[in-house]
């Protein structure tokens, strides 16, 4: 019997995540069965359990994948030296989801896969295991951009006496909230989210009494 190699084991595993992901953004993550799954594949039931034992397994591994593509997004954006400014690398985390960079993306538009990591979001509430795996990135990100506000204090850029995981919380917080944006409207892309911010920043704070 010829051995199956690992280069078809692992595409393999990538069609029946795209597949489900494709099915998750459409229906929804309570309104796709396994079934659906199947039929999205072209895949025997057999072949698909191989890789995963169900949906829940399908969903965690999915929102690995979403959660993990953004965290380094946000690493790759906070390694710049010297560090731009916020608008411009918010910019380019947030490009993640237009540019087709991130894992889970495939065959999905933005405004879908924003969906996708919005109902991550939403599902971490009910399981546990997806609430791990949030964390988890979390403190990720939040260690990576507080080196990042580290960085613009160091540089002068900073003034503020504001603790740096306060910003980096409220720098993700951006990120979070355009997502959601993206996922409820559709109807913006990341230069609008660059530009605001890059009002907000020329403001003249002495003007403000």
């Known amino acids: 019997m010829a051995r199956v190699s690992q280069e078809h084991l692992d595409a393999r595993r990538r069609q029946i995540l795209d597949g489900a992901a494709r099915c998750f953004a459409r229906d929804g993550f309570h309104g796709t069965s396994m079934q659906d799954v199947l039929k999205e594949v072209g895949l025997s039931a057999g072949a698909v359990y191989r890789y995963f034992s169900g949906k829940e397994d399908l969903i965690a591994a999915i929102a690995g994948e979403a959660v993990g593509s953004l965290r380094r ?15 411009v690398l918010i910019g380019r985390v947030v490009r993640t989801l237009f540019d087709g960079d991130a ?7 933005s405004r879908a896969f924003a969906g996708l990591i919005v109902q991550v979001w939403s599902e971490s509430l009910r399981s546990e295991r997806l609430a791990a795996t949030l964390a988890e990135a979390y403190r990720g990100l939040s ?3 507080s080196e990042l506000v580290w960085a613009y204090r160091e540089s002068g850029l900073l003034a503020a006496d504001v603790p740096d995981a306060h910003v980096a919380r409220t720098l993700i917080a951006t990120a979070q909230g355009f997502i959601a944006q993206l996922a409820m409207f559709g109807d913006a ?9 890059r009002g907000l920043m020329s403001m003249d704070l002495q003007k403000i009494s």
């Open 73 to 87: 997004a946000f690493e790759r954006a906070s390694q710049v030296t010297p560090p731009p400014a916020p608008d």
């Open 103 to 109: 894992d889970g993306a495939r065959g999905l538009d």
């Open 143 to 145: 260690a990576a951009w």
């Open 189 to 197: 892309g990341p230069e609008v989210l660059e530009n605001g911010l």
